[in-house]
């Protein structure tokens, strides 16, 4: 195989580049609100090529559940790792592997490099390219000149996480959108976890009357915030599909006290006029809510709304919902044609939801 070249922009970026450095402890709270894990399997995405993955799969990269160690475990080719590991002394410049983002395309804003277990075999440094293209294959191949710098060369630690925030834009929909991502280590190595954050930008029909999940991660979907997410990720609940266990769905604690609710606010990938409701309680069969409702709220471009606001309208009343079941809502006569920004669901009194689906036809 040829050797891939670095762009000179992503050299020159080492130097100029203005990504801001993001501590591991605040690493959740600064991407989790308003982005989604554009390469998250989850979604779909998929690896299309790499230089090497002798020690550890390069798959491993896309894994949402964080890194496991097992020491003293080997294989054929050496220590087992939870990640993607090369051949030690590479003789080309760099490692890397590409990805077809699980979206149609994205706007990146951030970058997450995890090393957890790796020390000694860690990626000394690592860069990030970009581009937009419709053929896989030309991404592929040998001597593709596409690529554009997402973040330049950055200096990697062992067994740590470590992000970057490298357009603020792409928090505004200003941003290049990109479909293909290419992560490069120098020179070789080993990473637990890549993360590319960002929001979808998504393909709509052109018909505006044509039915769509409005809701839906690949359709610009972010579940912004939630009263609690103890045993599950809010961001679970816009994933496509109905998963493989409750660990992809979301699922609170349990209350103790009268009267308790738990909820998630979603900002809808568009607005739009709903027609029905789905609440999937699928692989939760002891834990499950008793009860959902289900409110709406048009708030201004930009803005997110309060959840004690006054505003909020009942979309769906109380339902009562069952272990293991796609439940499908009607909604209310008198929300009917009403345009919305942002869906909210809560389940009483707690429990575990796998997807929140919200179906209706765009405000253009």
Not at 179 to 206: E, K, Q, W
Not at 291 to 317: A, S
Request: charged share 25%; aromatic share 8%; with cysteine.
């Amino acid at each position: 195989m040829e050797v891939q070249t670095l762009s000179p922009e992503v050299i020159q970026d080492t130097i100029t580049s203005t990504a801001q450095t993001i501590p591991a402890e605040a690493i959740s709270s600064t991407f989790e609100k308003d982005s989604i894990d554009l390469i998250s399997y989850r979604l779909n995405s998929r690896i299309l090529s790499f230089s090497d993955e002798w020690f550890a799969s390069a798959s491993n990269l896309l894994t949402p559940t964080p890194p496991i160690r097992k020491p003293n475990t080997f294989t054929h080719a050496g220590a087992w790792y939870d990640g993607w590991e090369t051949r030690r002394h590479n003789p080309s410049p760099f490692d890397w592997v590409i990805i077809r983002l699980g979206v149609a395309s994205g706007r990146v804003r951030g970058v997450e490099i995890d090393t957890a277990f790796f020390d000694g075999n860690h990626a000394p440094e690592i860069a990030v390219e970009g581009c937009f293209s419709e053929d896989d294959g030309v991404v592929m191949g040998d001597g593709f000149e596409g690529w554009e710098t997402v973040l330049g060369k950055r200096a990697c630690g062992p067994n740590q996480r470590q992000a970057w925030v490298v357009d603020d834009g792409g928090k505004e929909g200003k941003g290049k959108a990109i479909t293909h991502v290419r992560l490069c280590m120098f020179p070789d190595g080993g990473i637990a976890r890549f993360r590319l954050y960002g929001s979808a930008v998504p393909v709509f029909p052109n018909s505006v009357e044509e039915e769509i999940e409005l809701s839906a991660a690949v359709n610009g979907g972010v579940a912004v915030t939630a009263s609690d997410q103890h045993f599950g990720a809010r961001g679970n609940l816009l994933l496509p599909g109905r998963g493989v266990d409750m660990g992809d769905g979301w699922e609170t604690k349990r209350s103790r006290g009268e009267g308790h609710v738990d909820w998630v606010v979603v900002r809808l990938g568009a607005r739009g006029r709903v027609n029905r409701v789905v609440v999937d309680t699928a692989h939760f069969r002891g834990n499950y809510p008793k009860g959902v409702r289900v409110e709406g709220i048009l708030c201004g471009e930009g803005e997110e709304p309060v959840v004690g606001d006054e505003q909020w309208v009942e979309v769906v009343g109380e339902q009562s919902v069952g272990p293991d079941v796609e439940h499908v809502f009607g909604v209310k006569e008198v929300v009917k044609g009403r345009v919305f920004s942002h869906m909210k669901l809560v389940i009483v009194p707690d429990g575990g939801v796998k997807r929140f689906r919200v179906f209706g036809t765009r405000d253009v």
